[in-house]
């Protein structure tokens, strides 16, 4: 049985340049075959190569349980590997996301935090200020009245 693909710029996509997944191609595919064929037994998987990638085949068995059985393959693979795809995806962006939401928000309270105490220090510092001032008056005051008498 020669299996006929219609989706082979996926695998391009999936695996990369032809060297890398040309074997992961084939695992694939026989793992698939194990699980879809009623009989148990792997069907035997032939396939072409082009230079840019796979070639779609044409099936050597005319009946439609051929067909069947490689377009089952197909959409189990393809979609296998989209859902990894995005739950990969999501995943990092969500946690992320959070992430930096809460640096932000952090980021935000520290700064206000900063703001209040650098007013309240300021306050401090003035008052502080205005007693000194009004001891030192005092003080003067006094020195003035004892020269005085």
Request: glycine content about 2%; charged content about 55%; hydrophobic content about 25%.
């Amino acid at each position: 049985m020669i299996v006929r693909f219609t989706r082979p710029i996926v695998w391009q996509v999936v695996f990369g340049n032809a060297e890398s997944w040309e074997f992961e191609f084939d695992r694939l595919l026989c793992s698939c075959l194990m699980a879809v064929s009623s009989s148990g037994q792997t069907d035997r998987v032939e396939y072409l190569r082009r230079w840019n990638g796979v070639r779609p085949f044409d099936s050597a068995d005319s009946d439609s349980d051929a067909l069947t059985k490689t377009r089952l393959i197909e959409t189990w693979i393809f979609k296998r590997w989209c859902q990894k795809k995005k739950k990969k995806k999501k995943k990092k962006k969500k946690k992320n996301e959070k992430k930096k939401k809460e640096k932000k928000k952090e980021k935000k309270k520290n700064k206000k935090r900063k703001k209040r105490k650098r007013k309240k220090n300021k306050s401090k510092k003035k008052k502080k200020k205005r007693k000194k001032n009004k001891r030192k008056k005092k003080k003067k005051k006094k020195k003035k009245k004892k020269i005085c008498a």
